[in-house]
């Protein structure tokens, strides 16, 4: 989910009621899977050390360089048989209820287009590689796949209750731009990151973000931007443990949250606990990949 527009408001011609699209595998350039492949190779000379063991056994399991972008046929199998999730494809941005529909009953959605050779580096909508790459290895962890159906049927009472912004921050937080803290240290899990080569060195080893202990009603309280590096990231202790804190019932944090002031992105508090107390000069030198 995201701060993005939505490009339809009903499903688009060719789309089913619950808005998928048959991937079209057969229909991909050589071009696109070149892009799928370079992109696949430099995130592979970065990762290994700075992503989490998860993500990585879960690229292992999956064999996504297998040759260009990947097939559903092929892949859905092999993580349907692991925790039952599937990847569908849809045709852009969807809207919030259908998205939660999907992630409540296991099915992963993924935009079908990749990003062109001269977007490498950034790219505004997610593509099929900040979904499959990004996205589909850490649901081949039990903990983290049972996360993401939570997160999917707690959607709609959020949105009925008036607390989706809250909702989103915690995606934000934990599955786009999350960390972890592993036995060799601080490791990537967030999907945002582990997909862009940038954000990858960045949010690791740059002095400029904080880094902080993951708390639900902080993160819950905590602004986010789309457009640029992060200025926070919040470390969880396992997925076991955000699995654990995140299946309570919402109805109580939603109440202490109702009429809370929304945390500026940089702001330390005293209670958090603190990695990195970061210097925020990337984001006094006005960001977006400021040198």
């Known amino acids: 989910m995201s701060d993005f527009e939505h490009v339809f408001e009903q499903p688009p011609e060719g789309a089913a009621a619950d808005w998928t699209i048959p991937q079209n595998w057969s229909g991909y350039t050589e071009v696109e899977h070149q892009t799928w492949n370079t992109l696949y190779e430099r995130q592979m000379k970065i990762l290994p050390g700075r992503a989490c063991e998860a993500f990585m056994r879960g690229l292992d399991a999956l064999d996504l360089n297998a040759g260009g972008i990947p097939d559903f046929e092929i892949i859905n199998p092999k993580l349907q048989a692991l925790t039952g999730w599937t990847v569908v494809c849809v045709p852009g941005l969807v809207p919030d209820e259908v998205f939660f529909d999907h992630l409540a009953n296991r099915r992963f959605v993924s935009g079908q287009f990749i990003r062109k050779p001269d977007q490498l580096d950034y790219l505004q909508e997610p593509d099929i590689f900040h979904d499959v790459f990004g996205h589909v290895p850490m649901l081949t962890d039990p903990a983290f796949a049972a996360y993401m159906e939570a997160y999917g049927k707690g959607g709609q009472r959020a949105a009925s209750l008036g607390m989706l912004p809250n909702l989103a921050r915690l995606y934000w937080y934990t599955v786009e731009f ?59 202790d396992s997925i076991e443990a955000l699995k654990t804190v995140t299946l309570q019932d919402f109805g109580p944090v939603y109440e202490r949250l109702k009429g809370a002031e929304a945390l500026p992105i940089e702001v330390v508090l005293p209670t958090d606990k603190v990695f990195t107390h970061g210097t925020q000069a990337y984001a006094a030198k006005g960001g977006r990949f400021a040198a």
């Open 178 to 236: 999350g960390l972890m803290q592993e036995a060799g240290g601080v490791r990537i899990y967030g999907a945002g990151i582990v997909s862009s080569a940038t954000e990858s060195v960045f949010s690791l080893e740059d002095p400029s973000p904080n880094r902080l202990g993951f708390d639900l009603e902080r993160v819950m309280k905590t602004l986010y931007r789309i457009d640029d590096f992060q200025q926070v990231y919040f470390v969880i």
